[in-house]
Structures are given as C-alpha cells and as structure tokens.
C-alpha cells in the first residue's frame, strides 16, 4: 500500500531551529520524526512511501535514501513553491496507480491504526476519509446566552468541544480530478468541493 508524506515546509513557527534541520527531520527522543513516522507507516502495511520534498529536500533525501534501511521503498518528488497540502499529492498522481493511499503530514506523531482507516476507506467506498480527534476550549468568561435582546442565562467560562482535522486521509484517486493542477490547494478545498458536489467523505 502506498502512503504520500507532505514534508516540504519550512518550519518557520520554529525559526533558527529549522534554519540548519528541515521540520521532518527534528528528532523525537532518538530518531526524527520522520522516521518514526515511515516506521509507524509500514507496520500497518504501508511500505511504498512517496515523500514530497522542498525545503532543504537535499538534506531529507540524504538521510533516508531509498528507504532500504527502514524496509520501505522510497520516491522522492519536490516542490519548486509552496502548493498546499492537497496540490503535492496531484503532482505524484502519476506514482498512485488504481489505488486508494493515505496521505498526511510529515510532522504528525500518532499511534492510530493506519490500516484499520485503510479497511473503513474501502468498507464505505468512500473517496475521502478524514481522520479527526477531538478538541476542548475553556472559555476564559462568562458566556451570555440570549433570546429576543433579553439574556436568558450564563455560563461561566464552559468548555467546548470540537472534532477537528486531524491531517491524515486516505483518499481514492477519482478524488485527484478536482484538484487543479499547478495551483495552491489545500486538502481542506478538497473536502469542502466533495461535499459540495455530494459526493462520499467519511471520517
């Protein structure tokens, strides 16, 4: 199975940091993030890995080569500017074949079972699933709830609680079309466009 790494940021939030080591590659205990990333990737079966490289590309594709050390094919691809999260992947479509993949940052720590999102993919025939985690924000106030200009209670500073993106997919390749080519593109006008044009999003 195939998965697609979006690995060409340049980290500015971590600024002299990512100036010397591309983001990918800042270590986490021992190994950078990357690694542990690919190596999470290929327990679950996801063993040819596409990485989309810009920023210090040369750096990144030194360091995992062509993935023999990790037991994983390797492909590289780079971006020539910044394309967003959704463009990257319409520029290696020529490398996905015919089959759904999974595609995300290269900067996210999970243990969520890669394959198991894979198996709901197919189960559902979906073109697009999106994994989504939870996320609470404590209202630092009171907060008025009102009715016809006459307030009807407070709560004092609750909490509330959001499904939020995530940054992982597993996307079959009917998805690709919307996509424009040569164009910035997020995966989250993916999602919307889909949704719009009613077609299958699941999480």
């Avoid at 080591?21 to 993030?33: A, R, Y």
């Avoid at 596409?50 to 750096?59: D, H, R, V, W």
């Avoid at 209670?153 to 079309?177: C, H, Q, T």
């Amino acid at each position: 199975m195939k998965a697609v790494i979006l690995a060409g940021g340049k980290g500015t939030r971590l600024g002299i940091i990512s100036s010397v080591i591309p983001k990918p590659l800042l270590p986490v205990g021992t190994k950078p993030i990357l690694e542990i990333i690919i190596e999470r990737l290929r327990d679950h079966g996801f063993t040819d890995i596409i990485l989309n490289t810009g920023y210090k590309a040369e750096i990144i594709e030194a360091y995992f080569r062509d993935g023999n050390g990790l037991n994983v094919n390797i492909t590289y691809y780079q971006e020539d500017k910044p394309m967003g999260t959704a463009a990257p992947v319409k520029l290696v479509e020529h490398l996905l074949g015919d089959q759904p993949f999974i595609t995300m940052n290269g900067d996210l720590l999970t243990d969520m079972d890669f394959r198991a999102m894979y198996q709901m993919h197919l189960d559902k025939s979906a073109e697009l699933t999106v994994a989504v985690t939870s996320y609470s924000y404590k209202v630092p106030y009171g907060v008025i709830n009102m009715q016809d200009n006459v307030i009807k209670s407070i709560d004092e500073k609750p909490e509330l609680k959001f499904l939020i993106n995530a940054g992982i997919y597993v996307v079959s390749p009917s998805a690709l079309d919307i996509i424009p080519k040569n164009t910035f593109f997020n995966m989250t006008d993916l999602i919307q466009t889909l949704i719009d044009q009613n077609r299958k999003v699941e999480t």
